[in-house]
């Protein structure tokens, strides 16, 4: 078991040989994030804005597809948004 350095500082600072901590815990707290609301909120984004954020990944003659991959800081979830841009001709 590992002891955070900062007991081991406070130990020392206060004189404290015995004080103990615990086991050092991840906090996972539980997410609201679903792909509707990622997606909600990037429809905020305007296209020339959503052009430069994402990558394009498929052109044709007619439409670009541009691809952006957004990863929740909270439960690590991994969603993409596909946006298709038709190519207008003179």
Sequence with gaps: MSVCPSVI???V???LPLL???PNLTIQPGCI??????KKEYEK?????FKQI???VNKNSTEELYCYK????CCGELYT??????????
């Design 9 to 11: 500082a406070f130990r």
């Design 13 to 15: 600072e206060f004189d």
């Design 20 to 22: 103990m901590s615990g």
């Design 33 to 38: 994030c679903s792909e509707e609301k990622v």
């Design 45 to 49: 984004v305007s296209d020339e804005e």
């Design 54 to 56: 994402a990558r394009l």
């Design 70 to 73: 957004f990863r929740c800081h």
């Design 81 to 90: 948004i596909e946006r298709r841009y038709s190519i207008e001709h003179p």
